[in-house]
């Protein structure tokens, strides 16, 4: 075996440990192997044209999705081993993917495919092809894979080109319907025919998909009989503790088989109305015997809501049972959840991304409300150091204090242009050169809007200072431009963190950029000399250029290190995303107020122009270095979803402890984790609380 097939194996073995502890952690989660799997026979699908040739395909199928090796046998069994899993909404196709996958996991030994599983509602066709999605999926979710030191540069394309991989895609019908179809022929156009893959949709939706499309190449379509009440009864019976609570179940047996077309028996054959009754009542003291009420449930319908009003109440008055002073008030927790499904609702998407949130405001939806929201903050930041500043040296009497706070609340004026120009741009380069060029025309259109501010403080003074209080803004801006990025939230959140080796290759980076800065510093100095311009530059022979450049150049080096990528021992969850962007940005903010004020120092602080040169240059240092910070911390995710949570729990829309209640919905059962997003344990939940929207519960069942 050569080095880099032993790459593409190691990354292999890593992506199947931690897809495997995942999702076993998952499915503990959602009670699914507790006390048993539901016994769903699936099978063929009897809809015509849905499934491509039988000689394409392989053997009929027949199976039960609660036994593990039949699971196996089956999908070996398909000539391609190519499934698609239909059904009705409710009617198990992810959970029935997810028992697949975990039995393949099991059985897996080296070199076998890996399977794993994504969420189909992040993909839209009209922006990338099924394969690019699926290489940026793996890099998000799976961040450890990315390594390209310890696995090779192209690992995760080795990983989908020699079929080590079988994606596991859930929800085409979650895509909006404009998109299913292109959707499914990008599958079939950007995926061999031959490479193994798993897709689950709602049986209609996939009919017409395949209508103006085609059918999924080489594979089997399967849908799934109706549970058996007998065998919702009897899963229902060992999920509930032995003893006086059994006795609802009997009624309930007994009233089923008086009549066996009652409203309970025809809503018992759905998966997901097993598992509801299961949350509210083989887990709980509520009484299953209320079921047999036909007057107070005459349809399946009646049911269902009654079970889905009453999952989240009996869930969090459970868990407060448990835990009293660590759990959430119910009705609090029923209105944050219906709000958030309501929000999720409203922009048309199933996952919740975090990143995502800010979105929801309008102070921060869209480019100029946000970059004045920005510019907002960055003047209460400036005036409350300001102030801070005035309270710690005792400069009450001081007489530039007033010059200064005017000027920190004018300054502000760069976020304005710098950040609304930013969030026009649709798309972020990749070259250095265009790179490097659209952050210099970005930062110089804020350094323009520091004009007013120059023109306040530097008025009576040289007209040479007022040049350079908007150059060398500019030249800081673009500093910062380089190191960070734009200003606006990026697509998806950083999702690395500071590496430990490797020090040859990072040092060799960091030289070569430390290099690069310091000559253009250097020569951006030199040239405001020629210009005539050497009176704003600090006094002496000293090679400015050259030491601020090397400075601010450290710095930069600083900020590729932390994008170092991630260990093998990195897991993409929601709270592990959070808390990597929020490093680097806390670390991007930090270094940037440094490369700022470095670069702008010799044109802020002007020890002639004051009696107290030393206060001078500490307001001018704190003055530059929130600057800096504020346009660092804009490109990253965690500032704008600070803002955006704050700003929405200002207004009780949402939990103040956002991250800690959603953790805690995980737990209960109440919401799913695919990677680094939420989601409701099913479709039919979120639409449920969107459309009754936050209101007090009775706290569940009578």
């Known amino acids: 075996m050569n080095s880099h097939s032993g790459q593409v194996t190691d990354a292999a073995e890593v992506l199947a440990r931690t897809v495997c502890r995942q999702w076993e952690e998952e499915a503990a989660l959602r009670q699914l192997y507790d006390p048993a799997p539901l016994p ?59 028992l697949l996958m975990l039995a393949l996991l099991r059985t897996r030994t080296t070199g076998d495919p890996v399977p794993v599983l994504f969420s189909l509602s992040s993909f839209d066709p009209a922006r990338e092809c099924a394969r690019s999605w699926l290489r940026r999926r ?24 020699e079929h ?19 959707a499914l022929t990008s599958l079939n156009g950007t995926l061999p025919s031959h490479t193994p893959l798993v897709l689950t949709c709602r049986t209609d939706d996939y009919v017409r998909a395949v209508a103006e499309s085609s059918v999924l190449t080489g594979a089997a379509v399967l849908e799934p009989a109706p549970v058996r009440t007998s065998d919702a009864l009897a899963l229902l019976r060992l999920a509930t503790p032995p003893g006086p609570r059994q006795h609802g179940w009997d009624t309930l047996a007994k009233h089923l088989d008086h009549e066996p077309d009652a409203p309970a028996a025809q809503a018992l054959t759905s998966p997901l109305m097993v598992a509801l009754a299961r949350s509210v009542y083989a887990d709980n003291d509520n009484d299953p015997a209320e079921l047999a009420d036909t007057q107070r449930f005459s349809a399946p319908i009646d049911i269902e809501r009654h079970l889905l009003d009453a999952l989240i109440p009996t869930l969090y008055r459970r868990a407060r049972q448990q835990h009293p002073a660590r759990s959430w008030d119910p009705r609090q927790a029923c209105d944050h959840l219906a709000r958030l499904a309501a929000g999720m609702c409203a922009q048309g998407t199933y996952d919740l991304a975090w990143w995502q949130l800010y979105r929801w405001t309008p102070a921060l939806a869209r480019p100029w409300r946000r970059s004045w929201t920005w510019a907002l903050v960055t003047c209460i930041g400036l005036l409350l150091t300001t102030s801070i500043l005035v309270t710690v040296l005792d400069m009450h009497s ?40 659209l952050a210099a025309a970005i930062a110089v259109s804020g350094g323009l809007a520091a004009t007013p501010a120059g023109l306040y403080y530097y008025h009576g003074f040289p007209g040479t200072l007022l040049v350079a209080a908007i150059g060398f803004p500019c030249f800081s801006l673009w500093l910062v431009l380089l190191g960070v990025g734009l200003p606006t939230p990026p697509h998806m959140p950083s999702r690395r963190r500071p590496a430990r080796g490797r020090r040859r290759g990072q040092l060799l980076r960091a030289l070569v950029l430390v290099v690069g800065v310091a000559t253009i510093c250097q020569t951006f100095y030199a040239g405001y000399t020629l210009a005539g311009y050497g009176t704003v530059l600090p006094p002496g022979t000293v090679p400015w250029g050259l030491v601020i450049g090397t400075m601010t150049g450290t710095g930069l080096a600083a900020l590729k290190w932390v994008r170092d990528p991630s260990t093998a021992e990195d897991v993409a969850t ?72 704050l700003l929405l729990a200002a207004r009780s829309q949402l939990p103040w402890r956002l991250q800690a209640f959603l953790a805690d919905a995980h737990r209960l059962g109440i919401l799913r984790q695919v990677g680094p997003v939420y989601q409701f344990r099913h479709a039919h939940l979120q639409d449920h609380l969107a459309q009754s929207g936050p209101r007090h519960h009775d706290g569940g069942p009578s």
């Open 398 to 437: 001081w007489p530039e204090i007033q010059r200064w706070s005017t000027l920190s609340a004018l300054e502000v004026l760069i976020n304005v242009p710098m950040m609304g120009l930013s969030g026009l741009i649709t798309r972020r380069e990749r070259s250095m050169t265009r790179a490097a060029a």
């Open 164 to 182: 080590r991989l079988i994606p596991v895609l859930d929800g085409l019908d979650e895509l909006p319907e404009r998109s299913r179809a292109a």
């Open 40 to 98: 769903v026979v699936w099978s063929d699908s009897s809809h015509p044209g849905v499934s491509d040739h039988r000689r394409l395909v392989g053997t009929t199928v027949v199976c039960r999705a609660g036994n593990p090796q039949v699971l196996t046998a089956m999908f070996g069994s398909l000539a391609r081993q190519r499934l698609v899993v239909l059904g009705s909404g409710g009617s198990g196709k992810t959970t029935f993917a997810l």
């Open 138 to 161: 793996l890099t998000v979710d799976y961040p450890a894979i990315a390594d390209a030191e310890t696995y090779g540069a192209s690992a995760i394309e080795d990983l989908l080109t």
């Open 574 to 645: 929601a709270t592990s995303s959070v808390q990597a962007d929020r490093l680097i940005s806390l670390i991007s903010g930090a270094a940037c107020m440094v490369v700022y004020c470095i670069a702008d120092g010799a044109a802020r602080v002007m020890p002639w122009e004051s009696s107290d040169p030393w206060r001078t240059t500490v307001f001018a240092a704190v003055n530059g270095g929130i600057l800096g910070a504020a346009n660092a911390l804009a490109a990253h995710s965690w500032p704008h979803y600070t803002i955006a949570r």
